[in-house]
T-cell receptor
């Protein structure tokens, strides 16, 4: 069955520390994966997608088909990165979201 | 452009009452989605639509109905509200399934 797993509910780091938000997926076929972010009192919005291979706000994510992972990384966390992060997998006409990881960046 | 709007923003219902949540988008998107967001559960898809006049069930459709009579609107109905439907409801739309989904601001529903 298609599934997205985000094993960490909460990740706390200090400003300037590296960040890795884990995402593993289960999918038969060629996956399309996304990271969405929800900042406090803002709408959920797309952060990045694996197809575009972009770096957004210093974040990158590499699709690893062997490990079925799409971890989100940033070398130096900033306080404004504090938010809820969701990994999502496209399944035909819809997305399957993970349960989310709350990132807290302390000063 | 307003993007995706949701009405109402907040609502309190008593068990057994009914209500309709309205989602509207002005981006001419074909695809529209209704999600619920619960602590520890993430976003779960309730129903979705791939175009005007179409609807399909998502992961948690029980207790909800939807209609897409106009391309720009997607309505979510609760016929007989239950406390288990207390949640934050999000609507989203996209041009195609692989494109970015644009989300509304959410509706916070409490059923007592």
């Amino acid at each position: 069955a298609q599934r997205v797993t985000q094993p960490e509910k909460l990740l706390s780091v200090f400003k300037g520390a590296p960040v890795e938000l884990k995402c593993n997926y289960s999918y038969s076929g060629s996956p399309e994966l996304f990271w969405y972010v929800q900042y406090s009192r803002q709408r959920l919005q797309l952060l990045l997608r694996h197809i575009s291979r972009e770096s957004i706000k210093g974040f990158t994510a590499d699709l690893n088909k062997g490990e079925t992972s799409f971890h989100l990384k940033k070398p130096f966390a900033q306080e404004e990165d504090s938010a809820m992060y969701y990994c999502a997998l496209r399944n035909t006409d819809k997305l399957i979201f993970g349960t989310g990881t709350r990132l807290q960046v302390f000063p | 452009n307003a993007g995706v709007t949701q009405t109402p923003k907040f609502r309190v219902l008593k068990t057994g009452q009914s209500m309709t949540l309205l989602c509207a988008q002005d981006m001419n998107h074909e695809y529209m989605y209704w999600y619920r967001q619960d602590p520890g559960m993430g976003l779960r898809l309730i129903h979705y639509s791939v175009g005007e006049g179409t609807t399909a069930k998502g992961e948690v459709p029980d207790g909800y109905n939807v209609s897409r009579l106009k391309k720009q609107n997607f309505l979510l109905g609760l016929e007989s509200a239950a406390p288990s439907q207390t949640s934050v409801y999000f609507c989203a739309s996209s041009y195609s399934p692989g494109d970015e989904q644009y989300f509304g601001p959410g509706t916070r529903l409490t059923v007592t």
